[in-house]
């Protein structure tokens, strides 16, 4: 199994930088891919970024390309999400998710049942 807890949320005004932290357990093989979603109220959860861990390969959705930076740091479990120049639309609860597979076709970003495993969520506000 595979746990996963998301930090770093919060209010921030627009053009304004945030950093998600997400920290993982359990089995590191089901965990080779890791993204972030995000879910605006009454709205759908979208893929915003994932990251193969093996080779540190990165995706991104084009709403957030030149803004939004995942990375990773194994040794301490960790997979980050930098966030700079924020606008409102950014707004909404991200989640960090986790699969053991590798998606070649955009990260798996763009279908959240290619994510097996999420933690509860942390809340981004960013006011105009």
């Known amino acids: 199994q595979v746990q996963l807890v998301e930090s770093g949320g919060g209010s921030v005004q627009a053009g304004g930088s945030l950093r998600l932290s997400c920290v993982a357990s359990?089995?590191?093989?089901?965990?080779?891919?890791m993204a972030w979603f995000r879910q605006a109220p009454g709205k759908e959860r979208e893929g915003v970024a994932s990251i193969w861990t093996v080779t540190a390969g990165t995706y991104y959705a084009d709403s957030v390309k030149g803004r939004f930076t995942i990375s990773q740091d194994n040794a301490k479990n960790m997979v980050y999400l930098q966030m700079n120049s924020l606008r409102p639309e950014d707004t909404g609860m991200y989640y960090c998710?986790?699969?053991?597979?590798?998606?070649?076709?955009?990260?798996?970003?763009?279908?959240?049942?290619?994510?097996?495993?999420w933690g509860q969520g942390t809340q981004v506000t960013v006011s105009s």
């Open positions: 998710a986790a699969d053991p597979r590798r998606w070649t076709r955009s990260g798996g970003i763009q279908n959240r049942q290619n994510f097996a495993y």
């Open positions: 359990g089995d590191t093989g089901r965990r080779k891919s």
